[in-house]
């Protein structure tokens, strides 16, 4: 069965870049769309952008200028870079797949990461 | 941006009872491209409706969705103890393509 799994440092100083890795095992990242997605401590989930295995993007204008999804097809992985990180950037971050452009039906369980000095 | 708003903010019930979520968008959804997870602590997250009212693989059918336009439901017919959980509703758009509303957590009366 599909199966994502997130991984990346649970810690990141404020100011640096935040890196996540999502492992896809079960079908090929040459297919559909790959989302992150994020919840910060006591709040709702917020879309961070999704990738196309053409490297084709689209993100929330909200993070646009801070973030970047790229896709590693030979691991069969996609990634996160979100820059210049603050405490607001605390979250469980999932990455999800999205078979036709309008939900997500196979989720990671979510890593944690904090920013802190 | 597409604004959704789910109410009760928390619902309290028993087992075997039924429940009723809503989600209300501030302007009609698009193709009716409106989803339903469940969230439990620690777990992945679980697709259980999209487009409205079409359950995902594997879901019981005690869940279902329902609504068009800008107001939507999700019911679950008689609750059973591992459905107690907090509920998302998720739109599908232009920009940005996912919003999500603020979650409805089903506790145990």
């Known amino acids: 069965q599909v199966q994502l799994q997130e991984s990346g440092p649970g810690l990141v100083r404020p100011s640096e870049t935040l890196s996540l890795t999502c492992s896809v095992s079960?079908?090929?990242?040459?297919?559909?769309?790959w989302s992150w997605i994020r919840q910060p401590p006591g709040k709702g989930l917020e879309w961070i952008g999704y990738?196309?295995?053409?490297?084709?993007?689209n993100y929330n204008p909200s993070l646009e200028s801070r973030a970047t999804i790229s896709v590693n097809k030979s691991k069969n992985q996609f990634s996160l870079r979100l820059s210049s990180v603050t405490a607001a950037d605390t979250a469980v971050y999932y990455c999800?797949?999205?078979?036709?452009?309008?939900?997500?039906?196979?989720w990671g369980q979510g890593t944690t990461v904090t920013v802190s000095s | 941006e597409v604004v959704l708003t789910q109410s009760p903010g928390t619902l309290s019930l028993s087992p075997g009872e039924k429940a009723t979520l809503s989600c209300r968008a501030s302007r009609s959804v698009g193709g009716n491209f409106l989803a339903w997870y469940q969230l439990k602590p620690g777990q992945a997250p679980r697709l259980l409706i999209y487009t409205a009212s079409t359950r995902a693989t594997g879901i019981p059918d005690r869940f279902s969705g329902s609504g068009s336009g800008t107001a939507f439901t999700l019911t679950i017919s008689r609750l059973e103890p591992e459905d107690f959980a907090v509920y998302y509703c998720q739109q599908y758009g232009n920009s940005p393509r996912f919003t999500f509303g603020q979650g409805t957590k089903l506790e145990i009366k």
């Open positions: 990738i196309y295995h053409s490297g084709y993007t």
């Open positions: 079960g079908v090929s990242i040459t297919s559909f769309y």
């Open positions: 999800a797949r999205d078979p036709n452009e309008n939900h997500l039906d196979v």
